[in-house]
């Protein structure tokens, strides 16, 4: 019997013969889902730069089961123009951090910022590009 086939959150693609709808890694768009792996640890906080931010989210995208849910709640709460900030660890062709005790979903670069203009969200500031976490100010257009 063959695998049934998952819709990727982030590039919707349809993804054939998936053993598991919890540990997959998309073809397209290489964004990643795995099974949890220890408790969630909230020490990961560190100061937000800006003072005009309206919603924070800071390193929670890689434990949300919903993410396009999660982006559409966002959209939905902020006005025309309020800034978000947030930020989550990303893979990088040199690095691959290691996995948060919890985490679920796994980001590059792009498949996250696709993600935020899926939803209508253009990016306002990126902190060092080249950081293995991204950290980002978002509005909503």
């Known amino acids: 019997m063959a695998s049934p086939s998952i ?3 982030i590039c919707g ?14 073809p397209f768009c290489k964004f990643e889902r795995r099974t949890a792996v220890g408790v969630r640890n ?6 937000v730069p800006f ?3 309206s919603e924070i989210s800071d390193m929670t995208l890689p434990y949300i ?20 900030y947030l930020s989550t660890p990303v893979n990088r062709f040199y690095h691959k951090p290691t996995a948060l005790p919890g985490q679920i979903n796994f980001f590059n670069e792009k498949n996250i910022m696709f993600l935020l203009e899926q939803h209508g969200f253009k990016m306002s500031w990126r902190h060092n590009r080249f950081a293995s ?7 909503k257009c």
């Open 51 to 53: 003072e005009n931010i």
């Open 133 to 139: 976490i991204l950290k980002l100010i978002v509005r």
């Open 7 to 9: 819709t990727c959150p």
């Open 65 to 84: 089961e919903d993410l396009n849910g999660y982006f559409q709640e966002k959209f939905a709460q902020l006005k025309t123009n309020n800034q978000w």
């Open 42 to 47: 909230e020490s990961f906080s560190q100061p």
């Open 13 to 26: 693609a349809k993804i054939p013969n998936i053993p598991s709808a919890q540990d997959f890694t998309c």
